[in-house]
């Protein structure tokens, strides 16, 4: 981005101030002093940029944050039934906020929700799929073995079969299941076509992001870094 684009998206000035700011030698970049408004700057937060002295702080055009979504809540961003909606966990200010993908209502766990239109098309792409890690506990005690290979390999749903997926079983009845595809409640259907209807459902990790620490009904804003990780994760084949 523009020095002076930097300069006045964080706040320091307007445009035409913020170039006179940097044309009379007031802002350094990495400890140099730097006089062409148009020099390119990171927006990413990366680049130190001072004006006076002074720390400047980029603000990003756009916000992406991580939500853990509590049970009830749904995430559309509005809901015909006056539900609870996860947009409305999310102080966003005047920024228009966007859940990336879909949960069940009554799933819990990471979902995103950003005012980034292009982030949300590529991250819910088919053809760019990011992995997503669901934990599910099932009803049925065990799952045997034979439940395990069908739904690693394969299940046969209405909608067709469902493709390779990582399945494990941390312990009895509980599944981790990491999936590259998102049909419409897949993890439920694929549960209860092999005879284990699933109890509760939360979704742990998308892409290189993990829920992590983040408790129910909290939220968090992603860094640049982390972004960053999300959209290369979408662009891997
Ligand atoms: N699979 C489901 O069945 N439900 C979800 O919410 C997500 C994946």
């Known amino acids: ?8 998206h964080a706040g320091v000035a307007s445009r035409r101030a913020a ?6 030698g007031r802002v350094t970049i990495d400890g140099r002093t730097v006089t062409d408004p ?19 702080t ?18 559309t961003a509005s809901d015909t039934h006056g539900r609870p909606t996860v947009v409305g ?6 920024r228009r906020l966007y859940p990336v993908g879909r949960l069940d209502a009554e799933t819990t766990g990471l979902i995103l929700l950003t005012d980034d239109g292009a982030l949300a098309d590529l991250l819910t792409h088919p053809r760019y799929e990011v992995p997503k890690t669901y934990v599910a506990s099932v009803r049925g005690g065990r799952v045997g073995d034979v439940a395990l290979r069908a739904l690693r390999e394969g ?5 067709g079969p469902t493709l390779p997926a990582e399945v494990e079983q941390p312990e009895p009845g509980e599944l981790r299941i990491t999936l590259r595809e998102g049909r419409k409640r897949q993890v439920r259907r694929m549960c209860r076509a092999v005879g284990h209807p699933v109890v509760t459902l ?23 870094r982390e972004v960053a990780a999300l959209r290369d994760a979408a662009r891997r084949p």
Request: no cysteine; hydrophobic share 45%.
């Open 19 to 24: 170039e006179e700011i940097v044309r009379a």
């Open 1 to 8: 981005m523009r020095l002076q684009k930097y300069l006045a």
């Open 155 to 159: 299940v046969e749903l209405d909608d």
């Open 202 to 224: 939360r979704r742990v990790r998308l892409g290189p992001l993990e829920l992590g620490r983040l408790r129910e009904g909290q939220w968090r804003a992603l860094d640049p």
């Open 58 to 75: 980029p603000v990003a055009e756009t916000v992406v944050f991580a939500v853990n979504k509590p049970a009830g809540v749904v995430s």
């Open 38 to 56: 148009a020099r390119d700057v990171p927006d990413d937060g990366t680049a130190d940029v001072l004006v006076d002295g002074r720390p400047v």
């Open 89 to 94: 966990l999310v102080p966003a200010g005047k």
